[in-house]
């Protein structure tokens, strides 16, 4: 005798679409981890790269690659945001970010300075003056931090004191803050050992890394496992039990 009772037809079918439902999921996610390995990886590469001319990518920059660019031009140097994140040292701190104008272009670009660490009290980091005259910049053409939960709305409308500050950046809020357009993705400038910031960047990827993914893919096929062993749970015949003499 089978250990195993009949199933009906609509049990055996539910269980497949559940397992297959499950499995696919279980691939997209690893999927989506090995993409995201694959850009951390581009993003690493990206710090040895040639520089090219800021003007070839400005618009258009390559999808899923980090170009590194240089840039001549002006800094509005009365017009600086902070992202208040203090995720670089236990005192706080904020990544400083200032528009600038490239030479013979109407467009901003948003220039990453870097991380001023904070001095352990509430109140915002010492700004060092920008340079007013002509400069010329170098770094990763990137895309902007992410804006995670944009709690309280827009915070820099807000504001009418600068420098401004705000736990997110939105470059649409930014540009409709400085009343003009702003190219897609902000330069994060090279390291410099004279400088007062801290220049460690990296891919923004924490509202979900690859190992979180990995985490799900693993959810997910345990569902598939699961699903499987309800239906012999449940289809499985019970044993019967003998009666004595």
């Given at each position: 005798m089978s250990p195993m009772r009949r199933p009906a037809w609509w049990?055996?079918?539910?269980?497949?679409?559940?397992?297959?439902?499950?499995?696919?999921?279980?691939?997209?996610q690893l999927h989506r981890a090995d993409y995201k390995d694959e850009l951390l990886r581009r993003y690493?590469?990206?710090?040895?790269?040639?520089?090219?001319?800021?003007?070839?990518?400005?618009?258009?920059?390559?999808?899923?690659?980090?170009?590194?660019?240089?840039?001549?031009?002006?800094?509005?140097?009365?017009?600086?945001?902070?992202?208040d994140n203090p995720k670089h040292d236990s005192l706080g701190g904020a990544e400083v970010y200032a528009p600038f104008l490239p030479s013979n272009?109407?467009?901003?670009?948003?220039?990453d300075l870097g991380f001023l660490p904070g001095n352990g009290t509430d109140k915002a980091p010492q700004l060092?003056?920008?340079?007013?005259?002509?400069?010329?910049?170098?770094?990763?053409?990137?895309?902007p931090p992410g804006t995670g939960l944009e709690l309280g709305g827009n915070a820099l409308a807000q504001q009418t004191q600068?420098?401004?500050t705000s736990i997110y950046l939105d470059l649409g809020q930014v540009a409709a803050d400085l009343h003009g357009a702003l190219y897609p993705r902000v330069?994060?400038?090279?390291?410099?050992?004279?400088?007062i910031y801290v220049r460690v960047h990296a891919l923004d990827l924490s509202s979900m890394p690859p190992a979180r993914h990995r985490a799900y893919a693993f959810q997910w096929f345990t569902f598939a496992i699961a699903a499987v062993v309800i239906f012999v749970v449940l289809h499985r015949r019970k044993p019967r039990l003998k009666r004595d003499g």
């Amino acid at each position: 005798m089978s250990p195993m009772r009949r199933p009906a037809w609509w049990s055996v079918l539910l269980t497949i679409a559940g397992v297959l439902v499950f499995l696919r999921l279980g691939v997209w996610q690893l999927h989506r981890a090995d993409y995201k390995d694959e850009l951390l990886r581009r993003y690493a590469a990206a710090a040895g790269a040639p520089v090219q001319a800021f003007d070839a990518v400005a618009d258009q920059p390559p999808m899923d690659a980090y170009p590194r660019v240089r840039v001549q031009g002006r800094y509005l140097a009365d017009r600086l945001y902070l992202l208040d994140n203090p995720k670089h040292d236990s005192l706080g701190g904020a990544e400083v970010y200032a528009p600038f104008l490239p030479s013979n272009q109407q467009k901003l670009l948003l220039v990453d300075l870097g991380f001023l660490p904070g001095n352990g009290t509430d109140k915002a980091p010492q700004l060092p003056p920008l340079p007013a005259d002509v400069q010329t910049l170098q770094g990763t053409y990137q895309p902007p931090p992410g804006t995670g939960l944009e709690l309280g709305g827009n915070a820099l409308a807000q504001q009418t004191q600068w420098p401004k500050t705000s736990i997110y950046l939105d470059l649409g809020q930014v540009a409709a803050d400085l009343h003009g357009a702003l190219y897609p993705r902000v330069l994060a400038l090279d390291p410099d050992p004279s400088a007062i910031y801290v220049r460690v960047h990296a891919l923004d990827l924490s509202s979900m890394p690859p190992a979180r993914h990995r985490a799900y893919a693993f959810q997910w096929f345990t569902f598939a496992i699961a699903a499987v062993v309800i239906f012999v749970v449940l289809h499985r015949r019970k044993p019967r039990l003998k009666r004595d003499g």
